[in-house]
């Protein structure tokens, strides 16, 4: 793939004449999709081992709405940088440059796609290897035998039981409210087991690595690029792609996957 191996001559064709979007962004989305995969693995690894099913399903369509409207807000600013900090662009607009400077980036993001599929397959690997163990969920069995146990009293034609299951409906309830509390603590005492254990210590060190050179991979993908939409030198385009991805790479460092 020539964005990869040899991004000079990929861009001096791709930005030669009118400039499609389709590529990019479709890079864009592929790597929304990678952060929403990797995620997902990470929470659901997590969710078998709290005592509740499905505890952390409603945080799920969240952090996906976030992760797909950050990684298309973020291309928009790099788009934006591009084309206001780029010289001879600056302030008077060019035909076709903002397409070009929405490109770059959206091309940019392929080292990351990769990335994050490389983070996910490790991921895989690893977390068997960790050995961590399930929270106790003993209020949680508690609330289904009594669920259970009301259920079986559920019949519309006998009104002595629909009392009884009347009467057992609040033990139901604070059984579930108690299994909840539980679910919590177990999650909070599994995150603190994650942070602990040196698998997932080595994982997480490793993962902020490939992020890291994955970025700075794009970076330069990117710098070649706008030095053949702007016209202007290697040095300076190096200059222009530097602060963001520096910027990236800093919060990859200071935050990056990990509980």
Request: proline letters at 8%.
């Amino acid at each position: 793939m020539d964005i990869i191996t040899h991004p000079d001559r990929f861009f001096q064709e791709r930005l030669s004449g009118e400039v499609s979007l389709w590529l990019p962004a479709a890079a864009v989305l592929a790597t929304a999709v990678a952060q929403v995969v990797f995620i997902n693995l990470f929470l659901s690894s997590i969710d078998r081992l709290v005592p509740y099913p499905g505890f952390l399903g409603p945080a799920m369509p969240a952090a996906h709405a976030a992760i797909f409207i950050t990684v298309c807000v973020a291309w928009l600013l790099l788009a934006a940088h591009f084309r206001i900090f780029t010289p001879g662009h600056a302030g008077s607009p060019r035909q076709g440059f903002f397409r070009k400077a929405l490109a770059v980036p959206g091309y940019g993001r392929v080292p990351v796609v990769a990335g994050y599929i490389i983070l996910s397959v490790l991921f895989v690997v690893v977390w068997p290897m960790a050995g961590i163990a399930p929270a106790p969920g003993e209020k949680y069995h508690e609330y289904l035998d009594a669920e259970a146990d009301m259920t079986a009293h559920l019949n519309p034609k006998n009104p002595s039981e629909m009392q009884k299951a009347h009467e057992l409906l609040p033990h139901v309830v604070s059984l579930q409210h108690e299994a909840r509390e539980e679910a919590v603590a177990g999650y909070n005492q599994v995150i603190d087991e994650i942070q602990q254990n040196p698998v997932m210590t080595a994982f997480f060190a490793a993962a902020k690595g490939l992020l890291a050179l994955s970025a700075l991979w794009g970076g330069v993908i990117m710098a070649f690029g706008l030095k053949h939409a702007a016209g202007i030198s290697m040095k300076t385009s190096a200059v222009l792609v530097a602060l963001p991805v520096g910027l990236e790479i800093l919060f990859i460092i200071m935050s990056g996957p990990g509980p």
